[in-house]
């Protein structure tokens, strides 16, 4: 059985997808389990699959029994087995948060909102797990596809924000299959290692650079690096608090690590560094990003689209990470995929239930909110320092690895970049915290005592726990970081950098 | 020059497509209109595959006799590719099914709007 774990990790989500309107037509209710039942399964998988790379190196899986070259291989490395554990973690918990969430929201939408939310799932998966450039695409179009028609349901303004994300995410999926082609062409390949042992032969042909491009050009898309992230914001605004907590953290985290896997695996390091520089350029693009998301971010009034910039933001984190292109700067590069993934996940999910409580998210309604909901804004508070980088939250740690690989690659403007950014950070950040904590509401100085309690009225339990659990992520994620770095992210760094 | 163009010309449409696929999408107010623009620029890729995989002359990747004979009648290398074919049929589905969403959530929008124009969408939306 645990032999058969990398297919029943994608198997799993699909066929409950599949059967998801099926339970939902016998009844409504059962959906909710149905799905929290798959996610366990197929997050029981994903731990398998990392027990058993930890213990005993990558995994090939062939699909079917076909050999590699022709048929398709499900390769399991120690970089996916990471990502699988990721993602079939934040979307269980998003999950379960759902319920309340998407009652209260699209309460007769449920059940097509549980078999897409799956096929979402699915999708994410499968691009991380497999190892063949064209099933990587379907994937990539599944997870797409399904992102599409759950931001869709979200408020009024959501149609218009998801139809443009179609347009431009199609141009991004269409330049990566075209990119396909040409890889292709040239190799006689799909399968990721054949390709990459075929290719640096071929590292002077100019079909391979338009390969490259095109490919870079279309995760860039998908990934919402800065100069093409206009979808974003508004997209991750309008969706429906679940389905930002689900897409934000993990479908840009997703196209990061194949990023990851396109600049250090199909092609070598050798051939992104030195023979056409590739890496710098995204890494200036990457610090770009930071800056010009974080400006954007300060300017919001709305607390998702605030954050919907900070994704942008942060994708730059891993851009400059990956564009640094040494093993500090990619060490730092993976772990900011990890602890965003949280991170995002956690304020995500908190701004969700202040919008069930409050019925919008402008900031300036914010006003004793820490009386208010005390758990539901520490939970967010923690997941805001680990944003700014605040030890022991995570993202202290990989913006430290961050800025030790821009000092090993001599790069000071990095370092500046890096830390001015935290003080963005804080900018927008403690403008939030601050009207939630300090400021009070008018009604409150014509009482004669001003520090009468605020009744609490926090969300329900099957909202409060999966924040709780996000935040306590974040801590855990950042005290037991030399632990993940130690037995899982040094070996995904590919040798010789 | 002019025989190089000629003789690859079937690349060259393949380009043309997706200049007028882009050129529709970012230019055209009308949503619908972008939505064609969106599927002529996925369907040049279509045109890109199948022009890799054929060639003049060529047939089908079936042995006509059993393994072990001597005497084939068909000499391999006239074999047309089969996996790029394979790989649009895929592409294809993907095709429809983008197209599909589009089309959902442009009824969802004219629901909303009233309209398809993106200018007259912007202003009610203010």
């Not at chain 1, 990539?140 to 994300?165: Q, V």
């Not at chain 1, 640094?324 to 304020?347: D, Q, R």
Request: aromatic content about 12%; hydrophobic content about 55%.
């Amino acid at each position: 059985m645990t032999d058969q774990a990398p297919i029943l990790i994608i198997i799993i989500p699909l066929m409950f997808a599949l059967m998801t309107p099926l339970i939902g037509w016998i009844r409504k209710n059962l959906c909710y389990p149905w799905v929290l039942l798959s996610l366990t399964l197929s997050a029981l998988s994903s731990f398998i699959i990392l027990r058993t790379v930890l213990l005993r190196g990558i995994i090939s899986y062939k699909l079917g029994n076909w050999d590699p070259p022709w048929g398709i291989e499900y390769a399991i490395d120690h970089l996916n087995a990471l990502m699988l554990v990721i993602i079939t973690v934040i979307s269980l918990i998003v999950a379960v948060y759902s319920k309340k969430s998407i009652q209260r929201e699209k309460p007769d939408k449920i059940v097509h909102f549980y078999t897409i939310f799956l096929l979402q799932v699915t999708g994410f998966l499968g691009m991380v797990v497999s190892g063949d450039l064209f099933n990587i695409y379907v994937f990539l179009e599944i997870a797409s596809l399904a992102g599409y028609a759950l931001i869709a349901i979200g408020d009024e303004r959501a149609p218009y924000a998801s139809f443009r994300y179609v347009v431009i995410g199609t141009i991004g999926a269409s330049f990566y299959l075209l990119s396909v082609g040409y890889i292709y062409s040239v190799t006689g390949s799909l399968n990721i290692a054949d390709v990459a042992r075929l290719l640096p032969e071929l590292y002077n042909s100019n079909v391979i650079l338009t390969a490259l491009v095109f490919m870079f050009a279309g995760i860039a898309i998908k990934m919402a690096m800065f100069p093409v992230h206009a979808w974003a914001p508004n997209a991750y605004t309008h969706a429906p608090s679940a389905v930002s907590a689900l897409v934000a953290p993990l479908m840009t985290k997703v196209a990061a690590y194949l990023m990851i896997r396109v600049s250090f695996t199909v092609f070598k390091p050798h051939y992104i560094i030195d023979v056409i520089s590739l890496n710098s350029f995204i890494s200036w693009i990457g610090a770009a990003g930071i800056i010009a998301g974080s400006i954007f971010a300060i300017a919001q009034n709305n607390l998702k689209k605030m954050l919907s910039y900070s994704v942008v933001a942060q994708i730059g984190y891993i851009a400059l990470g990956i564009g640094l292109a040494n093993s500090y700067g990619l060490t730092g590069a993976v772990l900011h995929i990890v602890n965003e993934a949280f991170t995002k996940g956690c304020v995500f999910l908190a701004a969700g239930g202040i919008v069930y409580k409050l019925g919008g998210c402008n900031i300036a309604d914010f006003k004793n909110l820490f009386r208010k909901m005390p758990f539901t804004m520490t939970a967010f508070t923690i997941g805001a320092f680990s944003l700014i980088g605040i030890p022991p939250t995570c993202g202290f740690f990989s913006k430290l690895y961050l800025i030790l690989g821009s000092i090993e690659a001599d790069q000071w403007t990095f370092v500046g970049v890096l830390l001015f950014s935290s003080i963005l950070n804080v900018v927008y950040f403690f403008r939030v915290i601050q009207t939630a904590a300090f400021e009070k509401q008018m009604s409150d100085y014509s009482r004669e005592d001003p520090y009468e309690k605020v009744p609490m009225d926090e969300v329900p339990l099957t909202m409060l726990i999966p924040i709780q659990i996000a935040a306590l992520g974040i801590l855990l994620c950042g005290i037991f970081n030399s632990e993940i770095i130690s037995s899982v992210i040094k070996y995904a760094i590919p040798p010789g950098l | 020059m002019i025989d190089f163009i000629i003789e690859r010309y079937n690349f060259w449409i393949y380009v043309i497509l997706m200049m007028i696929g882009l050129y529709a999408m970012i230019t055209k107010r009308n949503l619908v209109k972008k939505v064609i623009g969106m599927n002529i620029f996925q369907t040049s890729i279509i045109l890109f595959f199948i022009s890799l995989a054929s060639k003049r002359g060529g047939t089908l990747p079936i042995m006509k006799q059993a393994h072990g004979l001597e005497n084939f009648p068909v000499d391999p290398s006239a074999y047309i590719n089969p996996v790029p074919h394979v790989l649009m049929l895929t592409a294809i589905v993907v095709m429809v099914a983008t197209l599909g969403v589009a089309l959902a959530i442009l009824i969802l929008i004219y629901r909303k709007y009233g309209t398809l124009e993106e200018d007259e969408i912007l202003k009610r939306m203010q």
